[in-house]
């Protein structure tokens, strides 16, 4: 049984950071590439940040290009998503989401990811 749990969301005001976790347990976690996808009120779940089993290789989506960094502790069974100069357009559910291919890259299709946490809520204030 796959289990994935973030947290660290939050409301925050425009220009700050927040950082997310997402805690990993039931399966070889290090061997997997790891996502992260967010959902805004009213549009479909999208692409954000993938990172890839070792961490050699990252993706991230246009709008968070330079201002969020996805990293993974392996021994820690743990991804993180570092947020900063958030702004309101960011606010949204983020889920952790996790692959079943062992790849030196990035994933960035949402079919890819058969795993999901239950999400966390970020709302960035004007």
């Known amino acids: 049984q796959v289990q994935l749990v973030e947290s660290g969301g939050g409301l925050v005001q425009a220009g700050g950071s927040l950082r997310l976790s997402c805690a990993a347990s039931g399966r070889s976690f290090s061997n997997y590439v790891m996502g992260w996808f967010r959902r805004a009120p009213g549009k479909e779940r999208e692409f954000v940040a993938s990172i890839s089993r070792t961490s050699g290789s990252t993706a991230y989506a246009d709008s968070v290009k330079g201002r969020f960094t996805i990293s993974r502790d392996n021994a820690k069974n743990t991804v993180y998503l570092q947020m900063n100069s958030l702004k309101p357009e960011d606010t949204a559910l983020y889920y952790c989401?996790?692959?079943?291919?062992?790849?030196?890259?990035?994933?960035?299709?949402?079919?890819?990811?058969?795993?999901w946490g239950q999400g966390t809520q970020v709302t960035v204030s004007s």
């Open positions: 989401g996790s692959t079943r291919l062992i790849s030196s890259r990035p994933i960035t299709g949402l079919s890819s990811y058969p795993y």
